[in-house]
């Protein structure tokens, strides 16, 4: 064979390659849209019960309803104890499919964490949700191309889909939702053979929860600053430290919490039993219930121009690790939000910032310092606040992410070490994935 008919045997091949390559990122496109589709109902009817039992606590009985968290406490363990198996596992399960130790999520995860979600907010427990949407999500994708033999290999792929989905649909930010997914299971790496998938669920996600009534996560601040790096960047820098330190702190109480209570009361039920108490009695004194779910209402009052404390961040801070250490289901993010913002409005007046921008930088900044992640952290502050304000967030975000000391509320989180080396390190020192 000549070299001119190699050439030609050559150039077909890559015609095929490039063909086959075009058709699996259009069949990924598809599958994605379609978990995004169906994702967003169950985010809808997960946002729908939280909103239906935080208005039932507030409206009937208030802190009434810390009565019910040793009882509701007891509940959730029961039903996972002898319904959950691996469900129990929370997003642990995520994390150990992208590492090969798992291949499956169980479909009863779904109902099981929204239920147990559900009890806890009703309580009154200090918890989040997003966690328990990107779980959901997660499910609905796992259950959905698990079993198709061509997409058996491309399992983590299409967890990230579903965690992307679930987040976008439940917070309505497409675009944070697609940096975090693709930053959640390595810290330092962004998973860009999900990107196809991921896009269309988190943008088909977060619009059809919107037709369906759900309203984005969005604040109107009100102000007309310009970016000037001379007159804001030290600023910024310094908060960026504060906020870093403050999730990274989040993150490392978390998991300290966690190991504590599960050396002191092995047995789940006395755990969450006399944690349970213990919560309740302090979430009552502590201003009456303040502390109570989500945080959302204090995110409210941050951007509304309702009295905000300066020991409102440390409350919710403490009051969620205790829930989520003994035992209530939620998650994290909502409340890193609220910590982020409260603090971000008692410190900001210090550094000559108007207390509304600089709850908004810690809106995002703790959220980013607190999940070890990076882009998503910037995107969320530019998605819920206005992209006019984009370089205040990479920058304050920037610094915040460097300087949590790669921290994650993920146990399971893996960190890339760093890349940059001395010029004369030994030359068989390389970068780990650890």
């Not at 820098?237 to 403050?246: A, E």
Request: include cysteine; charged fraction near 15%.
């Amino acid at each position: 064979m000549n070299q001119k008919s190699k050439n030609i045997l050559k150039a077909i091949n890559i015609d095929i390659t490039k063909t086959q390559f075009f058709g699996e990122t259009l069949i990924y496109m598809g599958i994605g849209l379609i978990i995004g589709i169906i994702v967003a109902f169950f985010e809808f009817i997960f946002a729908k019960g939280i909103e239906i039992v935080t208005n039932l606590r507030l409206s009937h009985g208030g802190t009434l309803w810390l009565l019910a968290l040793p009882i509701f406490g007891l509940l959730i363990v029961y039903v996972f104890d002898h319904f959950g198996g691996k469900s129990k596992q929370g997003m642990a399960l995520a994390f150990k499919i992208e590492r090969g130790e798992e291949t499956s999520i169980p479909k009863r995860t779904l109902s099981l964490m929204a239920l147990a979600t559900w009890l806890s907010h009703l309580a009154g427990a200090s918890v989040g949700k997003e966690g328990v949407g990107m779980q959901i999500g997660a499910t609905v994708s796992n259950t959905l191309t698990r079993k198709l033999p061509v997409l058996k290999n491309r399992k983590t792929i299409f967890v990230l889909t579903g965690m992307a989905a679930g987040f976008a649909g439940l917070f309505g930010t497409p675009f944070t939702a697609i940096f975090f997914a693709m930053e959640i299971f390595v810290s330092g790496v962004i998973e860009f053979k999900a990107l196809a998938p991921v896009v269309m669920a988190s943008i088909s996600a977060a619009k059809v929860t919107a037709l369906l009534g759900l309203h984005a996560e969005s604040f109107t601040l009100g102000l007309d600053l310009q970016f000037e790096l001379f007159t804001y960047g030290w600023k910024l820098v310094l908060l960026g430290i504060i906020f870093g330190f403050v999730g990274a702190l989040f993150a490392r109480t978390m998991h300290f919490a966690h190991h504590f209570f599960e050396k002191v009361f092995p047995n789940d039920y006395v755990r969450i039993l006399v944690g349970a108490i213990g919560v309740g009695l302090l979430l009552w004194l502590l201003w009456d219930g303040r502390y109570s779910g989500s945080g959302a209402s204090l995110i409210e009052a941050v951007f509304h121009g309702e009295t905000i404390y300066a020991w409102d961040f440390i409350l919710k801070f403490i009051l969620t690790a205790l829930c989520l250490s003994i035992g209530f289901i939620g998650g994290e993010v909502m409340p890193l939000f609220t910590i982020g913002a409260t603090l971000g409005a008692v410190i900001a007046p210090f550094f000559g910032l108007p207390a509304i921008f600089g709850a908004a930088l810690g809106y995002a900044a703790v959220f980013g310092a607190g999940t070890n992640t990076w882009l998503a952290s910037i995107m969320v502050g530019a998605e819920v606040f206005g992209f006019q304000f984009f370089p205040f967030f990479f920058v304050c975000s920037t610094v915040a992410y460097l300087f949590n000391g790669n921290c994650s509320i993920y146990a399971l989180q893996r960190n890339l070490s760093l890349a940059f080396m001395m010029e004369d390190a030994d030359e068989n020192v390389k970068p780990q994935i650890k």
